[in-house]
């Protein structure tokens, strides 16, 4: 083999390596940062993994919104009128938010099937409702459910 060939396929070999390995640290830096969505119904029955970042969402059930008076934390239900899953927060909710109407809560589910949050986002006006919700208010929708007012599962 020429010198030069081998000097040139040295060099090629070089920079495949380092693309392959700038694609695995990417790769494995995506995977870390990764917020995957679960409706209830997909956290009660075991298919949300635990102690890993994820997002729950859907509708805060009526009358569970428990608020403890010594502190920020707070306890309530998010349901997708299949199943619900409790919530527990500490910090300041979003003016938004209340008891009816449409969250994603951002954290990791405890072994106990309690979903500990540390961040809650609340839709911002009457019309909106994050994608994820609305698909999984509309699948419940289709098992024979039916949301517990007009406007909560609109039709995209």
Known sequence: ?????????????????GI????????YALRQNINLFYDPTQISAGEAPVDVRIRAGGMVEEG???RDPNSLKVEFR???FNASVPVEYVGILPDLFAEGQ??????????????????????HDENYMPPEVADALAKSAKNGQQPSKAGDAPAY
Not at 20 to 27: K, R
């Open 102 to 123: 449409g969250v994603v809560a951002m954290g990791q589910l405890n072994g106990q099937g309690r979903f500990v949050a540390d961040q809650v986002l609340a839709k």
């Open 78 to 80: 998010v349901t997708d």
């Open 20 to 27: 392959a390995i700038a694609v695995g640290l990417t790769t």
């Open 64 to 66: 569970s919104v428990i």
């Open 1 to 17: 083999m020429h010198p030069i060939r081998k000097k040139r396929l040295t060099i090629v070999l070089f920079l495949v390596a």
